[in-house]
């Protein structure tokens, strides 16, 4: 017989208990996350408790991420295999939501009470932000990928605003609590009652993509849109094939920002256009996220990782795909080490972080769920890619870039679109397969041979990544009053 019942002194955990010989294992292995159990006893009886929470890339202890969980079981001698037991009803702990089908899978979430997960919770919700009246408090919002990380442009402005005016509450929308949040800032889980009033309490939102769910803008509240990144592939409005609900959306989004960050002048001109933001301001101010390329050495990340001073290190990091929810399998990342010789990181978009599994191999190293890409790119030394804008954010380290498109003529001609032809500016070679990328990666000839491309790419998209991005961005909230510098 065996039996289970939720933890929840000290760190939440699973505890399983059964009668006979122990297990060799038993295991909660996640898309992005897996634990271990500690067990004990032997004999005639034993215990598994398997903990909620883990540490990743040698941060704070957090509540695992949310989704399913397979929890199997290892006899001696034999596969693993779903661990059964009687079911556990859906439970809300202190820092998360689980529950247990009792045939293997275990359900993770954030803890909100069910009462407001629910259509009619969250319609409530919503009418209560809308009608909402009280003074706004001197804070910000921050969100970043739809609460998935804490990263990109709003990462960046909340340190430097930190540093300058402590007094400001910094509000971070979180998926749930997994997410760790900056020292002094207030995790707000998205969809809470908490997230609500955070949202309409704050004086200034920095976001980096679309405001999601209702937003009902209060008197003398702004918005800093900061995007994430400059683009290549075609945008809102000019994405191919024009539908007109797509344009009502676009539009009515744009109308939310008070202010749009870009990180050069031409994305400056291409973001207006694409998202109809007229007669309000571009601030062209580089971006934040950055600066730490032009400061930063990639040491401290490489030691996060477990990777060598001295070992070379590949970052392939596609970009989404519309078509598809998970990262694209153009490379074998363990083959792709073993023939470049190198450690292999393997970085998919803020879109794949939640329906992907994370790649494995010998010198393969997952990352997608890496708090922060920048310093990826600190600790990276070339890059592989195809369409993301992280081109040009790379491009300030002046290391190389190759760019693996098997699928090009599909993506420029179906799926997207460009704003210009990378074949002609590409600042690194153009391969089809992951066997002209290896000889692309061993032909040290190749640096030379791009460098009047690199330095023009540099001019046009990094004239203005000189490391105080986060400092200009701040300086201009503080005096253009979009947040006080104290209460």
């Not at 034999?78 to 089908?101: G, H, I, S």
Request: hydrophobic fraction near 40%; proline fraction near 8%; aromatic fraction near 10%.
């Amino acid at each position: 017989m065996t039996t289970a019942r939720w933890q929840t002194d000290g760190a939440a955990a699973l505890e399983i208990a059964g009668e006979g010989e122990r297990p060799e294992s038993v295991e909660l292995v996640g898309r992005r996350a897996r634990v271990s159990a500690r067990l004990t006893g032997g004999g005639k009886t034993w215990r598994a408790r398997i903990p909620l929470e883990t540490s990743r890339w040698g941060g704070p202890v957090l509540p695992l991420p949310s989704g399913p969980y397979r929890l199997t079981v290892r006899w001696p001698g034999a596969d693993a295999q779903p661990l059964q037991a009687p079911p556990l009803p859906l439970t809300v702990l202190e820092r998360m939501r689980a529950a247990w089908d009792g045939a293997g899978v275990v359900q993770i979430g954030p803890p909100v009470d069910p009462a407001y997960d629910s259509g009619e919770g969250q319609d409530a919700l919503e009418r209560r932000y809308a009608g909402a009246r009280d003074p706004l408090e001197n804070a910000v919002f921050f969100e970043s990928f739809y609460g998935r990380n804490i990263s990109c442009n709003p990462r960046a402005i909340d340190a430097e605003l930190a540093r300058v005016a402590p007094g400001v509450t910094r509000y971070w929308s979180v998926v749930d609590l997994s997410v760790p949040v900056p020292e002094g800032a207030v995790p707000v889980i998205e969809g809470s009652p908490e997230w609500w009033r955070a949202r309409g309490a704050a004086r200034l939102l920095v976001v980096n993509d679309w405001l999601r769910r209702r937003f009902v803008r209060r008197p003398g509240q702004r918005v800093l849109q900061t995007w994430h990144g400059t683009p290549l592939k075609r945008l809102a409005l000019h994405r191919p094939g024009f539908a007109p609900r797509r344009a009502v959306a676009v539009v009515r989004e744009a109308r939310r920002w008070d202010a749009l960050l870009a990180q050069n002048p031409y994305s400056a001109r291409v973001l207006k256009r694409a998202y109809a933001f007229l007669g309000r301001p571009v601030w062209v101010e580089g971006y934040p996220r950055n600066d730490v390329l032009v400061r930063g050495d990639g040491g401290r990340t490489r030691r996060q990782l477990g990777i060598g001073a001295d070992e070379r290190v590949l970052l392939y990091a596609p970009t989404w795909r519309d078509d598809r929810e998970q990262i694209v399998d153009f490379v074998d990342p363990a083959v792709l080490a073993r023939e470049a010789d190198a450690v292999v990181l393997v970085r998919g978009h803020s879109r794949t972080l939640q329906p992907g599994e994370d790649a494995v191999g010998p010198r393969v190293i997952d990352v997608t769920a890496f708090p922060d890409i920048a310093l990826l790119l600190t600790a990276a030394d070339a890059l592989i890619t195809d369409y993301s804008s992280v081109m040009f954010d790379f491009s300030v380290t002046g290391k190389p870039m190759y760019f693996l498109v098997p699928d090009l003529d599909h993506y420029r001609g179906q799926l997207r679109g460009f704003y210009f032809d990378l074949g002609e500016r590409a600042p690194g070679p153009i391969v089809h397969s992951q066997s002209e990328l290896v000889r692309a990666l061993g032909d040290e000839g190749l640096a030379d041979l791009f460098a009047p491309r690199y330095e023009a790419w540099r001019r046009a998209f990094n004239a203005r990544e000189d490391g105080h991005a986060a400092e200009r961005v701040v300086a201009r909230l503080l005096d253009q009053g979009f947040v006080a510098r104290s209460a």
